[in-house]
């Protein structure tokens, strides 16, 4: 029912403020934006329309970039702190913007003048992105020697979707690239694609807007305009990622961190060395070196934090990969235990998402 004594259903209150279901599940785990009424026997949710206003802003700062935190003092503090978070972030922003365009200028100028159109399945910028987002997890010489699989990405093709997956054993990288609406028609099938081949035809396919990716046997075409990219599709088995998803237990502590803090905290910890995640009962994270050098800069990091106390070790090389690989001003980490595979994804894009092995914690045994 869309309404009960008033209140709206999730899905109706969602159309109303433009923003989906699942976002606002997001905001009321947060506790950004609460329902009003959440039933005890199905769990569904219900809010008030005297929500919208403070839904609608929700939107329109998360649209603007604000990371959550930025975006619950804007919501709840004064007008006065409102205004510094929001000039502050109107600084931070036109900086990035000009280093961009500076950037896109540089590579522009290198490419051919010329736009390419062409009718396809997947966006050539999206596509790109995606092997970017896995690449990380492909394998190091060292275990292609073992495991010549593992140095391959696998790309999938099926159920309206495309996935390409990597990893390494210690990280798992999957992306799920939706079809353009044009007929999606294929049976579903597996390939492993070498990285390099896959990295090129990611760069070419950026200077495409549209790609139509094509199975022919044992040979991947990506179509673009006036041209065609092949890539040889190589024997071996994957691991089956499907089977490692569906078996993750159930998520006992969720993180939601700022994405460039963390990753300046990791980028700058010392060489070889652990690095210890903590969460209090205050639910303020403090990194820490499990090493005798201290972690410069270690103090508590602005996240949200639900669950019981944590302690869990990473290490730094394996971890900031996939915060680089990350978009989007937060970082959601959910962790069933500190010895399990750690899912890590950005906060509002469910289509990426990493899981990263945690190392043992040396020091909580002594």
């Not at 050539?124 to 970017?132: I, K, Q």
């Not at 993750?248 to 961190?257: D, E, F, M, S």
């Not at 820490?288 to 949200?304: H, K, N, Q, Y």
């Not at 595979?341 to 002594?366: C, E, N």
Request: charged share 25%.
């Amino acid at each position: 029912m869309d309404e009960i004594e008033g209140l709206l259903s999730i899905g109706t209150f969602a159309r109303r403020v433009g923003l989906a279901p699942s976002a606002l599940r997001f905001y009321d785990d947060c506790g950004v934006l609460r329902p009003t009424r959440v039933d005890a026997t199905t769990g569904y949710r219900y809010y008030d329309a005297d929500q919208e206003p403070r839904a609608v802003l929700v939107r329109r700062l998360r649209e603007a970039g604000l990371p959550l935190m930025d975006a619950s003092q804007v919501l709840d503090g004064t007008a006065e702190e409102a205004r510094d978070v929001l000039e502050k972030h109107a600084r931070r922003t036109r900086a990035t913007a000009a280093a961009a365009q500076s950037a896109i200028d540089g590579i522009l100028s290198d490419l051919p003048l010329g736009r390419r159109r062409a009718q396809a399945l997947v966006g050539g910028a999206e596509l790109s992105s995606a092997v970017r987002q896995v690449a990380f997890s492909v394998a190091t010489a060292a275990t292609r020697e073992s495991f010549p699989e593992l140095g391959c990405v696998l790309l999938e093709l099926g159920h309206q979707e495309i996935r390409l997956v990597a990893t390494d054993r210690h990280r798992m990288a999957v992306r799920v690239l939706r079809p353009h609406p044009q007929p999606f028609v294929c049976e579903p099938c597996q390939l492993l694609i070498d990285l390099a081949d896959l990295k090129d035809a990611a760069s070419w396919a950026l200077s495409q807007a549209l790609v139509t990716v094509e199975v022919d046997g044992s040979v991947v075409r990506m179509r673009g305009e006036g041209e065609v990219r092949l890539l040889n599709a190589f024997d071996g088995v994957f691991p089956d990622y499907r089977m490692v998803l569906e078996g993750l237990a159930a998520a006992q502590h969720r993180l939601v961190i700022d994405r460039e803090a963390l990753r300046r905290t990791l980028a700058i910890s010392p060489p070889g060395e652990t690095i210890i995640l903590h969460t209090n009962e205050q639910q303020r994270l403090v990194l820490s070196s499990a090493g005798p050098s201290p972690l410069p800069e270690a103090g508590g990091l602005r996240a949200i934090c639900t669950g019981p106390p944590l302690r869990i070790a990473f290490d730094p090389a394996v971890l900031l990969p996939a915060l680089d690989a990350s978009v989007g001003p937060d970082v959601l980490v959910e962790i069933s235990s500190a010895m399990e595979p750690v899912v890590v994804r950005s906060a509002d894009q469910g289509s990426f998402t990493t899981l990263v092995m945690p190392v043992h914690d040396t020091v909580s045994d002594d």
